[in-house]
């Protein structure tokens, strides 16, 4: 059972361009949500963050947007860079439920191809 | 953030062997964790690294397949025991600074290729 899921295994945009980034969770509980970045070769780098008390965080060319009641959230990159062409990884964790677990539960990631 | 070393970053292995993964951290971390990446599909948490006691796994994940040490707050081992194509995956060490943060940051990983 698929808790996180990310259904678009790749995307392509052109340079200048927005890039839209989808996950959806089934775990109501999931209190804290992360997305990172990973290129072919390296370890996934932490990209932004978002809690389950806001709606939106925003860093730079990044902003992540969270809607509980959908259970999906969103990672917008505007705009768009070559550099940005990276295989995506949605996370979800329970942070502040007081269930103990620092466990994340991933998504397979969703590679982004920026055309210049 | 916390700077993570991996060693060996690749290997290949014949089947039936045992391989030891170094995780270095350049700070002292609450957490450390070992992740699987196999091909085509998402991270998969193996086991949380304690320091001074046993690993705790996760299910599908044994002690005697991944033995885990962890003598510090800085360093991590993980061992694949008794390889098998299988068990060919990128495997990450990942670490968390506290128990209050969020964040967690993943090291470079090891590429693992079993014969």
């Known amino acids: 059972d698929q808790q996180v899921k990310q259904n678009s295994p790749s995307l392509s945009v052109q340079e200048g361009r927005i890039s839209i980034l989808n996950c959806d969770y089934t775990?109501?509980?999931?209190?804290?949500f992360l997305w990172y970045k990973k290129y072919p070769a390296e370890g996934p780098t932490f990209l932004i963050s978002?809690?389950?008390?806001?709606d939106k965080n925003e860093d730079g060319r990044f902003t992540v947007f969270l809607n509980k009641s959908a259970k999906h959230l969103s990672l917008h990159i505007v705009p768009s860079q070559p550099g940005d062409s990276a295989v995506y990884f949605c996370?979800?964790?329970?942070?502040?439920?007081?269930?103990?677990?620092?466990?994340?539960?991933f998504g397979k990631g969703t590679k982004l191809s920026v055309i210049p | 953030s916390a700077v993570i070393s991996q060693k060996p970053s690749r290997d290949i292995c014949q089947r039936g062997t045992s391989l030891t993964i170094q995780c270095q951290v350049d700070?002292?971390?609450?957490?450390m964790f070992w992740y699987r990446q196999q091909p085509g599909q998402s991270l998969t948490l193996i086991a949380t690294?304690?320091?001074?006691?046993?690993?705790?796994?996760e299910s599908g994940f044994v002690i005697d397949k991944f033995p885990i040490s962890r003598p510090n707050l800085t360093f991590s081992t993980l061992t694949v025991s008794n390889m098998s194509p299988e068990d060919s995956s990128i495997y990450l060490c990942?670490?968390?600074?506290?128990?209050?943060?969020?964040?967690?940051?993943f090291g470079p990983g090891t590429r693992l290729t079993v014969l």
């Open positions: 990942s670490v968390r600074q506290g128990y209050g943060t969020d964040t967690q940051y």
């Open positions: 775990n109501s509980m999931f209190d804290y």
């Open positions: 978002i809690s389950s008390i806001k």
């Open positions: 996370a979800a964790g329970l942070l502040y439920s007081g269930a103990g677990s620092y466990q994340l539960t």
């Open positions: 700070s002292q971390v609450t957490m």
């Open positions: 690294a304690n320091q001074g006691s046993e690993a705790t796994y």
